[in-house]
């Protein structure tokens, strides 16, 4: 089908250049011949000659192509879908395959075998019986690749044909196009309703089937976390508990990085907005949004790599004996700083938009700059600083890569930072790169998480918006 | 205005009296603050600037020698007797063949033991017969002389000649070094090669041929939807519930943590679609749903940017709405939409956690061909490459960062470029 359905694509493509030019020659000449030679100069002015027309001759053009292109396409797409399943139903009915054993499992690997022999991506059959199956399948697959070319084509000089026969001085050729266009820009913009949907169905989904192995009581407020145990067998109960996970993710995401981000993010944002020239200033912040642009794989290397032997030393140095090598404190801290440029653009946004006269009546008053930050600007600009702090947390929480690198991945309740703890993120990545078979409550739990986690940041993220909105609001 | 203060309340009280010892006490100790508050403020930016600073740094410090290898001198003395090889076959059609057959590995591990002394053989990489393989396919001729031919070191010798290694290897390397036998040189394979099991035959080139094959499908599928959603919200939309909707799962997408973007694909493209796992074609799927709403967010920014009297003026000659928009809003407003999808789409590039999802984090040692042949990206492998325990991955991982860094620097740049050209003030 490759080769043959990209070239049948590229046929049906020139047809549709075809049908356009021509359309659009026939609606030209249509212009010509409404002109009668008395009222048109023979020089041949061609606005006049077009007022016959209603739409454009191009209009014309596109309307035949549309009809080339978009039923015979859509045909194409969806028997290429659906053509490996009747493929597999005439092989199936051919005498060779009758005698298959009913085994499903054996069955579908013959099949395959011989599939990827007739499609040429193997030599020579493992196995003799999907050697006896492979004539079948060439023979189905290059029957149904054939029809499905020839039905394609059939459908696009039809569409072609009954557009071009509809080619007439007054035919609305333009309202036409421009309809399906806005067909398709509304489309284009339901895409984003569809990923919605999609991502609460599918967490949904998988949770609900997880759900019915364990209890969502014990998943959500029990204590003991272990996947492995349970999916070695030792049962089901107990292993699923998450509250271990829930609070790594607060004290790495919510509790570290944000005592780093936030009083290095905000007392930044006030630097720039306030005390720096504006030279300095344009050279400072893109120095910051640098900082939010490096991948956060390359953070959790340098976590793991760096800051993660330097927090064990320090923990050494000040005498805590078992400080483990994927400490907490190494994840936050680092998370910190990626944070840092978020909660800055957050609070210059907040400050900036806080009236000038506020700030002027202030300094009027005999205030020094600092004291009219800290007595009338923070605390008119402190709900748009809260709604970005509750943005950032919801960030942190979902970051995956510098927790998966640099935290350690022992479910432990614990308040020492120099203790390795483990994040939602982490064993989402855990659960799901390992060779399991999908259907397992391991697997199922990752989804659960997931639920957890975007219902979370969800609800972080509404409340941060109504939160500035508010704010921003009372100002304008 | 009225005061609820009686007048005459102002002349009974003292005036202060500014120059009192108290009162400069006061100012004093108000101005010192205020100067601690300026210092903290330059010194948090300081931090947060010496942070990445520190690590650059760091990443160049470790990187740069991943860029380097060390190469061995082994002299062979052709002919080698266990080498079949006849020269005037390698002029012909089946060089390629002659050349296969000829053992050159055995040759290469002899002529190593002869030069570099017993041992030798583990002194040079198990792949260096390829370097005496190019080396021959280069010039025949060097089959009837003895040559001097450079060969990559092994990872041990490697990490010696950079100051990591074991004490045996760095007595080793001290050898050959005295003895001339070692050079230093640019390490040529770490961008031609895929990944591989020892660390001096890993590349690049696989991963970042995989980066950019996700990348074309990101683009391709999420720039003409963002673009055209965009459009719609901006100038068609009706205000309803349904554009409501609309706008609000756009914002709400472009905050939900990707990892979640992974779990979707997982679920959708791989267990319901069943499309091939590992592939760039699913990655960049999933990376499309990820980078649309950052698109059409910064699109729509740029189409409200256009003033109305374009659209008021082409709708006063005669043009229909569609017209309005294709002809007029879109060519104005679209270095801004580039400017917008061209960050979308580094995002994207850096992003890891959702392709480890649908399984893009497999050992892949040859470049993918197509979207559908399994690949890795960029980051991925610098996610492998830091898991694995050999030492000499260190520089290999560190030197991966800096390319991908420089590669996402270089589009940034280009972003910015393009808004600083054909950034309009109306």
Known sequence: MDVSGFAITILILGLGLVAWLSARARALRLAHAGQSPETSPSSGDRKARRAFLHSLPSYHGWYAAIWALVPSLLFLAVWTSIMPGLVTNRVLEAPAAASLPPDAFTRGAILSEARSIAQGKARSAFDPRSGALVEPYRD????????????????????????????????????????????????????????????????????????????????????????????????????????????????????????????????????????????????????????????????????????????RDLAVAIGISNASSESALAAGLVMGVMIIPFV??????????????????????????????????????????????LLAVSRAIGETMIVVMAAGLAANLTLNPFASVTTVTTQIVQLLTGDQEFDSAKTLAAFALGLVLFIVTLLLNIVALQVVKRYREAYE | MTSPVPADSFAKRTPTDWKGQAMQKRIARRYASEKRFRLLGLASIVLSAGFLAFLLISMLGNGISGFTRTEVGVKFTFPIAPMVIDPAMLKGPQAEQVLASANLPAVTAQAADQTLGKGGEAMISSNAWLTV????????????????????????????????????????????????????????????????????????????????????????????????????????????????????????????????????GLAVFLNLMNLPRSAPLVGGMTMALMTMPVIVIAGRNAIKAVPPSIRDAALGIGASPVQVVFHHVLPLALPGIMTGTIIGAARALGETAPLLMIGMRAFIATPPGGVTDPATVLPVQIFLWSDEISKSFVEKTSAAIIVLLLFLLGMNSIAIYLRNKFEKRW
């Open chain 1, 140 to 311: 189905a697959q290059s029957f149904f690749s054939t029809g499905g070319g020839v039905i394609a084509l059939i459908l696009a000089f039809a569409g072609a044909a009954y557009a071009f026969t509809r080619i007439r001085p007054d035919f609305r050729a333009r309202t036409r196009v421009e309809r399906l266009v806005m067909m398709a820009l509304l489309i284009a913009s339901l895409i984003a309703i569809i990923t919605t949907v999609g991502i609460v169905a599918s967490l949904l989904w998988e949770s609900i089937r997880f759900f019915s192995h364990v209890n969502p009581i014990d998943f959500l407020f029990g204590t003991k976390w272990s996947p492995q145990s349970a999916a070695l067998g030792y049962g089901n109960e107990n292993a699923f508990g998450a509250v271990p996970l829930f609070w790594g993710t607060i004290f790495i995401g919510a509790i570290i990085a944000m005592a780093v981000a936030i009083p290095l993010g905000l007392m930044s944002a006030i630097y720039l907005t306030q005390y720096a020239r504006p030279a300095a200033r344009a050279w400072l912040k893109p120095i910051l949004e640098v900082l939010a642009g490096v991948p956060t794989v390359v953070y959790g290397y340098f976590a793991a790599l760096t800051i993660a032997p330097a927090m």
């Open chain 1, 344 to 389: 800055s653009s957050m609070a210059d946004d907040s400050i900036n938009s806080v009236p000038q006269s506020m700030r002027d009546g202030s300094l009027a008053m005999g205030a020094t700059p600092s004291e009219t930050i800290r007595q009338v600007l923070i605390p008119a600009a402190l709900p748009g600083v809260v709604g970005g702090v």
């Open chain 2, 133 to 264: 393989r190019d080396a021959i396919r280069k010039d025949p001729s060097i089959l009837q002389q003895t040559v001097m031919l450079y060969l990559p070191a092994s990872a041990d010798i490697d990490l010696a000649a950079k100051g990591h290694g074991s004490p045996s290897a760095e007595a080793a390397y001290a050898r050959l070094k005295e003895k001339g036998q070692a050079r230093r040189a640019f390490n040529s394979t770490f961008l031609t090669a895929s990944d591989a099991t020892d660390a001096t035959q890993v590349g690049i080139w696989g991963a970042f041929k995989g980066s950019l094959l996700t990348m074309l499908v990101t683009l391709a599928l999420s720039f003409p939807v963002g673009v055209l959603a965009a459009l719609y919200l901006e100038e068609y939309a009706p205000r309803n519930r349904w554009t409501d909707m609309i706008e609000v799962s756009i914002n709400n997408l472009a905050a939900v943590p990707s990892i979640i973007f992974g779990l979707l």
